[in-house]
C-alpha cells in the first residue's frame, strides 16, 4: 500500500514538473542580478566537500550508507557542471567551465555512480552455468585451492605439494574464478550462476548436467544435516531464519534478485587474510510448502 502511493506522489510531482517548466521557460527573464552570488557558490562547494568526506569515512567502515552518499555527491558533481557550463556560457571562463565539466566534474560523478551500482549489487553478475563450471566445480583439487586463498603461488604450492599449481591457477583464471592482485595473492572471484536448466545444454551434455545437479543436491542435503548435528559447536559462527511467505512468482523471482545482490556485496568486501575471517557456506532455499501427509 505504501509503495503505491508513494509511486503515486511522485508521479503526480512529474506530472505537475512539466507544466511548471514550460512556465518557467517563457516567463524567466534572460538575465538577473543577486546579492548571494557568492554566498551561493561556496556554500554549495562546502556541501560538496562534506559529500566526498562523509563518503570515504563511510567507505572506510563499509557502510551501507556510502551507496546514497556516492549517488549525493555524483549528483551534486552534475549539478555543478551543469551550471558552470551554463552560467558561463558566452562569457570569458565559457571554455574553463566547459573544460572542468568534460575532464573533471562528469567522469567522477559517472565513475562514483559505478562505484555505487557495485557496492550494491557487488562484483559478481548471474550468468548461465557452463560446462566449463562443471568441470571446475567437480575437481577436487581446484575446489581445494580456492578454499585456501587468498595466498601467494609459493603459499598455494607449500600447502597442496600434490598439485601442478600454476597449472590449476591458470585454468581457474580463464575460467574467471580467480584473480591475481599487485600483492601477488590470489584471490578468488565471486561467482553468481542461473539455475540450470537441461534444455540449455547440448543434448550430449545433458546426461552430464544431470549427473551434477544430482549430486550437487544430495551434496546440499548431507551438508545441512551436518551442521544440524553440530549447531551447538560452532561458537557463534553461525546463523539462519526460517520464514514463510505469500508470493507470485514474480515476488519470488524479486526476492531472489536482492537476495544475491546482497550476498555479492558482502562476498565483495575481501577481508583478506584477517585471521578472523572464515569461509562460510551460505544457502537459500525456497519452494512450495508441502501438504502435511506429504511430511509423514
Known sequence: ???????????????????????????????????????????FDI????????????????????????????????????????????????????????????????????????????????????MRDIAVHTNSNYQHLLRLMPATSAELSAQVPSIDVPAALLTLTHAGYTRRTRDGRWHSVPQSMNEAKPEDFPEADRAKLAAYLDAKYDHEVRLLAWAAERRETFDGWTAGSRAGMRLTCKDLKEFEAEYLELVNRYAARRPGAAEEARNLSVRFYAFPEPKPAELA
Open 1 to 43: 500500500m505504501f509503495r503505491r502511493v508513494l509511486l503515486a506522489i511522485l508521479a503526480g510531482i512529474a506530472v505537475f514538473l512539466v507544466p511548471w517548466t514550460v512556465y518557467l521557460g517563457l516567463t524567466l527573464p534572460e538575465r538577473f542580478n543577486t546579492s548571494q552570488w557568492r554566498f551561493a557558490w561556496v556554500g
Open 47 to 130: 556541501v560538496l566537500l562534506l559529500c566526498f568526506a562523509s563518503a570515504v569515512m563511510l567507505g572506510m567502515r563499509r557502510s551501507r550508507a556510502s551507496v546514497p552518499m556516492l549517488a549525493a555527491t555524483a549528483t551534486l558533481l552534475f549539478c555543478d557542471a551543469w551550471f558552470d557550463v551554463v552560467l558561463d556560457w558566452g562569457g570569458p571562463d565559457q571554455w574553463a567551465s566547459l573544460g572542468t565539466a568534460l575532464l573533471a566534474e562528469v567522469p567522477i560523478a559517472v565513475f562514483l555512480l559505478f562505484r555505487a551500482r557495485a557496492l550494491l549489487a557487488g562484483n559478481a553478475r548471474p550468468r548461465q552455468l557452463t
